[in-house]
């Protein structure tokens, strides 16, 4: 079989050439029994567990309580590389054998993690240089998780040498399902001398001459024309948005190919019926390319931390279901998610109420999901994520949260059979582009950063809008795809939302006319076109290549001082009738205006326009929409498109979401996000309730508790 050693990594695209040369190995596999991300035998229900972790021996204790809580999937080992190899060259196997065989015998499945996400102290002895050097030269520190080169040929070794190990050593254990490769995994910002250098080898293989580059980027202007590769200076102090663009995109390429690189070396032991995986540390990360990665991998997997108590609505969760299901277009698992309080200090402890934890696992099923993980089994007694918390508490005794998962578990083991596979597909898409979330990152158009978002939220504006177009659609109870500049075919979807699509190459907004021409409703945002895929601002007026599609043009811009309204109140939002941040000057071409700014200056220019044009229509939005503005605008272009119904109907606080399961039956799932009982109208084909097992009438009524759910399975069960 042809091996992938840690020197492949290097020299450009060899990892994908690796992983596809590895996989052709594997196609005359018996198709009965390899590994299909949409044909499980059930859903899978658990937790990470590092039983490593524990002041005591309590494997046995462990094991009894997941075994009577009905727990049937467990991911072990990606944590501790310290103790699968705790010197250099020497390597214990007997303390996992341990645990991998007494969750067998339990019927309990193996994800199995690999461990290069946190080296071990006597790597760091040998080799310092492994840590990262970071953009203004600082060297990271030990102490810390991700904080290595991963480009650095000594850690790629070692990387090499320990998954070899585990992999091999676990070759033909069946109660390892799958490998989990790294975890969360980015560049870590690495920047030292060795990326730089490799970073102009990638502008050399994507420009061809320092010539091309200079007229790209611009480089005449501060008279920073380069005139040999030689000359090109580091990336610490650079500001031009170009250059910023391709190192972030250099740094997603180094994650993409080693990734490619650990899914390969696996797959020299993996069985036909066993899959590779990585957990992507929430959904549209902008330090990686979940889309590039993904198609190395069997099956993506996701880490949806979500707010608890009054704030969750399941929106979060959501989102992330969407997103990792459209990243290959089929069933996802979810690795990680809330199991009690999270967060890496005391000021977030928020533990969810009653009926939350089992509602956001059905919320996920609902979307897609095959598996849910909770990190983790038990909660830490030292280390930095003390207070993010597992299913048992510090004391590690049964609990609520305990009795909770126990419920869903013995829930899912009579019903789960039934969920999984679920094939969740919509008629709305929302265009997703990190290229554009990056450029409006330089140069931002949001003044302050919303409340709310995570920490890994930027405030350029782009990510904001895109939660805020998703959030809208939710609300709405709409079911979304995500595609991506990479997706050819739009034809599927009746309506196309897009972020702002700042960043973009003249295919992708020729691809979107396109659609539009031949029937698609297109709902576009302030600032779409206006650069191309180099982030260098188009020369033609704004918005360029889709000036004629969207019937209007314009040359000026403004940022807003303070929110405005629109005149006359358009969509009847009230106190939400405002806009912010950011208005463009459009002058009418064809399009027909929906909105004007209610100011003395800005009033004589339309904020939102509608065109007709081909057989669709272009609905623009030339500035930042309040959440009422936005759900009663996108309201508006899916009535025009045919996609309002019953469940637009249903009392504000109840979700639904549909699919159709893998005998060709419909799911309709039903949750009520409220402390409220709720009685909602059933509006499908008669079938049955799954968890009460009760009959539902069409035209019937679910009754929801609070924090509720109910699934309806058309059709006798």
């Known amino acids: 079989m042809k091996t992938t050693s840690f020197r492949t990594f290097w020299p450009w695209a060899a990892v994908a050439i690796a992983a596809l040369a590895v996989a052709g190995t594997r196609a005359q596999a018996p198709a009965q029994t390899r590994f299909a991300a949409d044909r499980m035998d059930t859903f899978l229900y658990g937790a990470a567990f590092y039983e490593e972790y524990m002041p005591q021996d309590r494997l046995e204790k462990d094991v009894v309580l997941m075994e009577q809580a009905g727990i049937n999937v467990v991911r072990v080992g990606e944590s501790t590389w310290s103790v699968w190899e705790p010197e250099d060259g020497r390597f214990e196997f007997a303390w996992m054998d341990r645990i991998v065989e007494r969750l067998a015998r339990a019927h309990i499945r193996v994800i199995m993690g690999t461990p290069t996400y946190s080296i071990p102290p006597w790597m760091f002895k040998k080799h310092p240089e492994i840590l990262v050097t970071r953009l203004d030269g600082r060297k990271a520190t030990y102490g810390m998780r991700q904080n290595m080169d991963i480009t650095n040929p000594d850690f790629l070794r070692y990387s090499e040498r320990v998954i070899r190990k585990i992999t091999e050593h676990y070759r033909d254990n069946r109660a390892v399902i799958g490998y989990q490769v790294d975890n969360e995994t980015t560049s870590n910002g690495t920047a030292g001398p060795n990326v730089q250098t490799g970073f102009v080898n990638y502008l050399r293989e994507t420009f061809g001459s320092v010539d091309r580059l200079n007229k790209i980027w611009g480089l005449v202007y501060w008279g920073q024309s380069l005139h040999d590769w030689s000359e090109v200076p580091p990336r610490d102090g650079i500001l031009n948005p170009g250059w910023k663009l391709e190192w972030d995109r250099y740094q997603d390429s180094l994650t993409t190919r080693f990734l490619a690189w650990q899914a390969a070396l696996v797959r020299e032991q993996l069985r036909p019926d066993q899959f590779v995986t990585q957990d992507f540390g929430g959904a ?192 709405l109870n709409v079911g979304v795809d995500f595609v991506f500049p990479e997706t050819a075919d739009l034809s599927g979807y009746k309506v196309v939302v897009v972020p702002p699509l700042y960043i973009a190459s003249d295919a992708l907004l020729t691809r979107l006319v396109d659609y539009v021409r031949a029937g698609g409703h297109l709902v576009l945002t302030l600032k779409s076109g206006f650069c191309d895929e180099y982030s260098t601002v188009r020369s033609s007026m704004a918005p360029g290549p889709l000036r004629e599609a969207a019937g209007f043009h314009y040359q000026e811009f403004s940022n807003l001082a303070k929110p405005l309204p629109l005149k006359d109140d358009p969509f009847q939002t009230g106190a939400e009738n405002t806009v912010t941040d950011w208005a463009e000057m459009l002058l009418l071409d064809t399009a027909k205006p929906l909105a004007y700014y209610d100011h003395p200056f800005f009033g004589k220019y339309p904020a939102i326009t509608e065109n007709r044009f081909g057989k669709g229509t272009v609905t623009y939005e030339g500035t930042v929409l309040s959440d009422g503005l936005q759900q009663k605008l996108l309201e508006r272009v899916l009535e025009q498109a045919q996609l309002l119904g019953p469940d637009q109907k249903l009392p504000a606080g109840v979700r639904v979401k549909h699919g159709i399961g893998h005998t060709g039956k419909a799911f309709h799932y039903y949750f009520n996000f409220s402390a409220a009982t709720q009685r909602v109208a059933y509006a499908y084909a008669a079938g049955t309730e799954l968890l009460s097992n009760r009959p539902a009438a069409k035209g019937g009524t679910l009754a929801l508790d609070p924090w509720g759910v109910a699934i309806v399975q058309e059709g006798q069960p």
């Open 284 to 475: 549209t990360r902008a330090d990686v390319n979940e889309y590039a990665i993904s198609k190395s991998l069997d099956i993506a997997a996701n880490n949806p931390y979500h707010v608890t108590q009054d704030l969750y609505d399941g929106e979060g969760s959501s989102y992330g279901g969407d997103f990792a299901r459209s990243l290959k277009r089929t069933n996802y698992l979810v690795t990680e998610t809330n199991a009690q309080t999270i967060g890496w200090d005391s000021r977030t402890q928020f533990p969810p109420y009653d009926g939350q934890l089992r509602q956001d696992v059905y919320l996920m099923a609902a979307t897609g999901a095959n598996m849910v993980e909770y990190w983790h089994w038990h909660s830490l007694h030292y280390g930095q994520e003390t207070y993010w918390k597992g299913v048992l508490s510090h004391d590690l005794e049964p609990g609520r949260p305990y009795a909770e998962v126990a419920r869903t578990a013995h829930e899912l083991q009579r019903i789960g059979s039934r969920i999984v596979n679920l094939q969740a597909s919509h008629p709305v898409a929302l265009l997703y582009s990190n290229d554009s979330r990056r450029g409006t990152e330089y140069m931002p158009f949001l003044t302050t950063q919303p409340p709310g978002d995570m920490p890994w939220s930027h405030p350029g504006g782009y990510d904001v809008e895109m939660r805020r177009l998703y959030r809208a659609l939710y609300r």
